[in-house]
Antibody
Framework: EVQLLESGGGLVQPGGSLRLSCAASGFTFNKYAMSWVRQTPAKGLEWVSTITISVTNTFYADSVKGRFTVSRDNSKNTLFLQMNSLRADDTAVYYC????????????WGQGTMVAVSS | DIQMTQSPSSLSLSVGDRVTITCRASQNVVSFVNWYQQKPGKGPNLLIYSASTLHSGVPSRFSGSGSGTDFTLTISSLQPEDFATYYCQQGFITPYTFGQGTRLQTK
């Protein structure tokens, strides 16, 4: 079964850091670009970041650029999101998603991990 | 950023109803629009990509149309499992933006 499983969410103080992981299974991980998308009741779904297959290119939303870093370990079928200088408006459910080859289409999503930034 | 505006934001419906959800892009996105279904506590599921192509395994009662700035998701005959929230998304240019969602509720 094709599956993505996020972990690493939790409660963190403003200015703190958190590292999210996404374990992939059921497909050849190193053949797909991967993305992070977050969701809040107020702002809905918001694309956060994408990393290409070979880690050659990474892309970020302006709201997280310079604070978040996406990476992947193809040998471990795992996607990461390092989040630094966290702010209250980073509070969200974070999803990892598989990107269809050649198009900006997210065909497989995880169940999400909650990140809460609060003092 | 490209704004994706969905309407309506919610609908009260009955099983068997025909449903039409619209999504308008703030600029031309050609046919790079996708539609997702989301149920509470779950990640979204892809329904339609490239405006009108049905994703593998998705029932044929779902269909999509449109190009340029105006797009439509249609459910021909609503089934009990279709009560959920639906989102459009543009994949034309970063940032890849989503509509605010349309929630289908039981009448």
């Amino acid at each position: 079964e094709v599956q993505l499983l996020e972990s690493g969410g939790g409660l963190v103080q403003p200015g703190g850091s958190l590292r999210l992981s996404c374990a992939a299974s059921g497909f050849t991980f190193n053949k797909y670009a991967m993305s992070w998308v977050r969701q809040t009741p107020a702002k809905g779904l918001e694309w956060v970041s994408t990393i290409t297959i070979s880690v050659t290119n990474t892309f970020y939303a302006d709201s997280v650029k310079g604070r978040f870093t996406v990476s992947r370990d193809n040998s471990k079928n795992t996607l990461f999101l390092q989040m630094n200088s966290l702010r209250a408006d980073d509070t969200a459910v974070y999803y990892c998603a598989r990107r269809v080859t050649g198009d900006i289409v997210f065909d497989i999503w995880g169940q999400g991990t909650m990140v809460a930034v609060s003092s | 950023d490209i704004q994706m505006t969905q309407s309506p934001s919610s609908l009260s419906l009955s099983v068997g109803d025909r449903v039409t959800i619209t999504c308008r892009a703030s600029q031309n996105v050609v046919s790079f629009v996708n539609w997702y279904q989301q149920k509470p506590g779950k990640g979204p599921n892809l329904l339609i990509y490239s405006a009108s192509t049905l994703h593998s395994g998705v029932p044929s009662r779902f269909s999509g149309s449109g190009s340029g700035t105006d797009f439509t998701l249609t459910i021909s005959s609503l089934q009990p499992e279709d009560f959920a929230t639906y989102y459009c998304q543009q994949g034309f240019i970063t940032p890849y933006t989503f509509g605010q969602g349309t929630r289908l509720q039981t009448k």
